[in-house]
């Protein structure tokens, strides 16, 4: 398998005492912007029961803001790991490799990822992750609480690579705009996609998306001028885009290579009530 792609993954470190404060973060009550920038040493955070590993925290449940999902990039050192990774029973999971190399262990079968490897962990799934590698990992983990549904069963576990998958073209677009889709979208045993959107120069999403779905967006390569709530921002290769259900969408690939992201969001489920408390 050959890889034909390239993806960002935070460098660390701090940056120097001479640079400018201002950056392009912000939140709103709409969406959030996290750009590639923040990811310093000073904003990891660590788990129990893991070896050798430190994590970028860029998407949680707040609050009256995104409610649905976690999303984590993970370092994982060589030699490091853990035989415990996942501590909620109601929790599924994305994994996505960005670079290096680690081995999952799924139900006690051994996978091999590497970069553009994908991993989906059904709740209640026994496994681990270790890097018997010499250089770090970085992966996506991306975490949703499974909506149970009575008459469908949970969805298996699967790894594959993206590389192994064909982008679908967005109809009537001359394949400017394409989806790799790791998950039928007529299955609706899941509840949430994580997929990964490619933008030829010059594609566009040509209206403002206006929907239920809660996204959360990762840039893996290029760039674009997204509208957002009526407000435009630049995004490139790691930045992160958080994007609150309803909130207004569309986007403009600038070049002068392919804009690429990998897609959160809920699906396939009706929409929970806040029912009274008397």
Known sequence: MTNKHSYYSPQGGLPPQTQLLSDRAVLTEAYA??????????VTSFLPFWEGMRMW???RPLSGFSETFSQYIVEIEAGGGSNKPELDPAAQGVLFVVAGEMDITIEGEKHHMTEGGYAYLPPKCNWTVHNNGNQPVKFHWVRKAYQYVEGLEVPEAFVTNENDIEPIPMPETDDAWATTRFVDSTDMRHDMHVNIVTFQPGGVIPFDETHVMEHGLYVLEGKAVYHLNQQWVEVEAGDFMWLRAFCPQSCYAGGPGP???LLYKDVNRHMPFIRPTN
């Open 57 to 59: 925290v860029i998407a």
């Open 33 to 42: 912007i996290i750009p590639k920038g923040v990811y310093s040493d000073i």
């Open 259 to 261: 804009f690429r992201y």
